[in-house]
Structures are given as structure tokens and as C-alpha cells.
């Protein structure tokens, strides 16, 4: 949950005779420092004009309601930010409410079930449209209980709208706001409400006559298109009737190219697929999904059907745990906010090819600032053991592997606010890849190790603690000095993820259209880049290069003058 309001001198980090506390309020009030608040879920930071409090739902004093017909719960966070100084206190206060999922959608339109013990429903406002219970609203239906509200939406809505989603279409409403009354203080919670993509069919224009056999793969049919320089039917030998640069025609008999035949239902089905195998990096991941094109062509006397599409995806992982290191932790992320780490009973972490996996290393136990956290290596393996084979580098000598198309991007700890030590921590995130061998998949299951270095700030002549990192990096793997000859290293750890990454084919819709999931955009390929983005690249990486030496010779400066 997150809410802004207008900051108030002075700022967080200023350096006065004042403190800062935060004051949880409800049935467990209590009172703690700055400090102990960022440790139990509560972060603020100051952005442009305001001051910013974003609260995690399993943050120390959070109420929780539930027990309503959906399910839904709704979390709510009374609390203050309060600056205490010899002649007064400044009072920041906050009420946020967050439900999650607090849409869902049936046959003929959407409902928005919000808990509301100790609450009072005030209002909903879906894009211009202000509805009270009273008078009962007409265009809607508005069920308002002791505890919980229901607001019943229905397809015809003037304000309902089709938005375009992967294969499909999805119903939405413009922003809406609910207001509710806690306290006698009136709080505002804004959702998008959003239906599932829900996908149509695409007719597969085919032919079974005159006992051939004919079809075409498109290779537009999935996003991104496919490569079909690898396409194969059963019987590896037979080739396409027809090439052209948008697909393949096929045509031969039905009896030949490792077509079987079968009785199903009265009907005699000749069976045969089309295997467009992933394209391989160096030939140890791929980031493709195999594509697997099932040809139906079924005969009742002198009946033909038409063609059916099906793909076959593998089922995933059984649970794998690999307990990390008690000093330096290795974590997984669901997106690039980095606020709340799975736990270890997330595992597998499901992902999809190419989707992003974000990891972050950390320094656990130490509140030392003369400490730092130096990637040395990060790679994945097929198998929990780090030292296994094949393995595969995603950052090689602290820096991002350049030798991969999807290459590793670092997240500079100076984006993130909030966090108390941020030379503890290190972020970067890996586009989702599979292992495999001689073209076929190895396991969906990825396993993601670190060894990294604690460095001491107040030694920074050390070689092995600092790294310039080039436009592209060969694959190379950096050790630290043995026998702790280097004063500037306090350690050297090797940490894991508790558990694999299962990486999944994405499947193909009945519309051809590859997805991750039903909120996912379409994942395009690009089979060359631009001089001028390559330049941008590097212009970027060496404005972050100098941005990085600066602050580190500001720092030196600084503890010398300290």
C-alpha cells in the first residue's frame, strides 16, 4: 500500500535536535524509531513535493478484515509520522486500505467486493460517474451490508470498455475510486478494475482430400514469429511443398511422412505434427519455446474435418530446496520494486521464457556502513549443486555477462529509498532462459547461485573490491585473493536461492498467439539492433561508470574529513 501527502520540513535526513517516530495507532497501538519502522514494513521517502509511505501488508500493527462472500480481505494501516524537537512535534498522519483482488468477473459483468467492518461506505466514482446508495443507482447494482459492500458492474455499462490483450479481448472500467469512512476521516482507495483476457478462436483453413494431407504454418501465427528454419514433421525427411518468408506449405500423402492412423469415436483420424525446435545460445539455454503443431485430418465415410491445434507443455517441477548462506542471502523478487522477497515456500518460482527474474544479494546481520557487498560471480545451473554442469554466467567478474543476446541488467541500489545500508545489497534482474541439449530441453528447473566478496570501504585500493566493467564482458570468472592477502576482503561467500526457478514454454492460444499470462503484452523478437541504440547503450554505461567513481572519490573525501 502506498499514499503521498505534503512533506513538511524538515526532511529525513536532516541533521538536527529532532527524532523521528512512527505512532501505529488501532486495538495494539505503539510507538517506534525511523529505524525499527523500515525493519517492520514501513518505508518513507521523500519524492519531488511530497512525502511517500508505502506500508507492506504483513507490516507490524497492519488490521486485517475479511469474511466476506468472495474472500476478499481488506488491510488497513492507521499510523502517523511524527518529528519530535525541543520546541514542538510535527504529525504526518495516514489511513490506507488496500484490497487485493477485489475484482472478479462472471458472464454478464464484473463485481468489486470491499470488506467494510469498522468502516462506512461512502461513495464509488468509476471514471465520471459518482454513485451513492441513496438514491439506488440505477445503471449498476450497490449492495451495501453491515460488513462488506458489493458493487455489481454489468457488461452494458456505457463506461465499459474492450481493450485489446494478447490473442483477445478484456472488459475494463476507467479508474475507480471508493471512498470509505474510518474514523470520520474519509480514505480513498483507487483501483483499475480489469477482467481476464479472454481469447477467440482463429479457423485453420486446411485440406484433407484426395488423400493428401495439406496445411500451412504461418510463421505470424505466434508472437514473437517463429523461426521456421528448423520446422520438421514426424518424418524428419519430408520437406515443405512450398517456402516463402512467411511460412511453409505442406502437402503429401496421408499415409507418408510418419503419418499415424486411429479409430476415435467411429472416425479414422490420420495424425501427424509439425516441431519447430527453439533457438539455442551458443548451444547451452534457449529463451524460445518449442512450438508443436498437431495435424487432425478425420474421415467418416466421406466426411473431412479440419485441422486442430494443440501444444503440449510440460508439467512443472516438483518443489526443490537448496538452503543459502547465513551471511549473505541470495533472493528472488516478483517485479522490479523489490519489496517483498518469495519465501521459501514460493518455491518453484514459476516464469515463463524471456520473462524477467529479479535477484537480489544480501548482507545479512550487519549494521556496519564500512562494509560493502562485491558481486564476484552469479550463474545457474540445471541441477541444485553450484559447481554442477552445464552452468550457465549471467555476471562474470561483477559485472554483466556480455556475451548473452538477453544480457544481465543491473538495478543501481541509488534508485531505490528507504534503505538503510544500501552498499549491503545488490540488484540485477536475468531474463528467464531453460537448459538445453542437442535441441532438446534438459529441465525447466533453474537453480541461481552468487559468490561475493564484503569488502572493507576503508581499503580502496583494492583490486578485487572494485570493478570497472566494459561496454560487452567476456566470460570470464573472477577469485579473490586466498589466504585473506588482501586486507580490503572481510569474507568470501557463496549463497543460492532456496529453490529453483521453474521456467516455462509459453503456450499457444486457440488464436496462435504465444503469452506468459493473461495480463502480459506480446514478447517481440528483434533479429538486429540499431547502431544508435548499441551507442545509447554505451553512453548510458560509461554516464553510470563516471556517476559511480564520483561518489566513491566523495566518499573517501568524506571519511577523511570525518
Known sequence: MEAQTVQLIPSFDSVGDGTWHVQVKGPKGFMMSLNAAQSNGYTFYTKDAFVVARVRFNAKGIQKLASVPGGQTLY????SLEYLYPDGKITISFVLVCVPRAVTCGQSGMNIILPTQNLKFQKVKIGSQVYTSRPAPT?????????????AVPFTHPLMSNKRCPGGMMRVLPTTSITLSYKSIKVDMMINPTCPCQR???????????????????????????????AQLLDPSCQPSVVSATGLMYSFPLTSCGTTIKML?????????????????????????????????????TADRSLSLTVLTNAPPAPAINQGNLTVVLRAYPDEMFQIPYRDQDYPVVKYLRDPIYLEVQVLNRQDPNIELVLENCWATASPNPISLPRWAVIAAGCAYGGDEYPTVMHPMSDFTGIQFPSHYKRFDVKAFAFVSSGAAL???????????????ANPDSTACASICPVTQPLRFRRSSSGGQDPAILGEVVSSLPGPVAVMKKSLT?????????????????????????????????????????CLAFRLQRNKLL
Open 510 to 550: 486457440k488464436a496462435g498467439v504465444i503469452t506468459t499470462d493473461s495480463s502480459s503484452k506480446p514478447v517481440k523478437v528483434q533479429t538486429g539492433q540499431p547502431l544508435w541504440t548499441t551507442l545509447l547503450v554505451v553512453g548510458v554505461i560509461l554516464v553510470m561508470a563516471t556517476l559511480a567513481v564520483a
Open 76 to 79: 488497513l494501516a492507521d499510523f
Open 443 to 457: 529441465s525447466s528447473a533453474v537453480y541461481f547461485h552468487c559468490s561475493a566478496l564484503i569488502c572493507d570501504i
Open 265 to 301: 469415436g467411429g472416425h479414422l483420424v490420420y495424425e501427424n505434427e509439425v516441431r519447430v525446435m527453439p533457438q539455442t545460445e551458443l548451444g547451452i539455454i534457449t529463451r524460445d519455446s518449442e512450438f508443436i503443431l498437431t495435424v487432425l485430418c478425420y474421415y467418416n465415410d
Open 139 to 151: 445503471s449498476i447494482t450497490l449492495v451495501v451490508v453491515s460488513n462488506f459492500v458489493r458493487i
Open 200 to 230: 477467440k478462436g482463429q479457423t485453420v483453413v486446411s485440406l484433407c482430400q484426395n488423400g493428401l494431407m495439406s496445411f500451412e504454418v504461418n510463421s505470424n501465427a505466434t508472437q514473437p514469429a517463429l523461426n521456421l528454419t528448423s
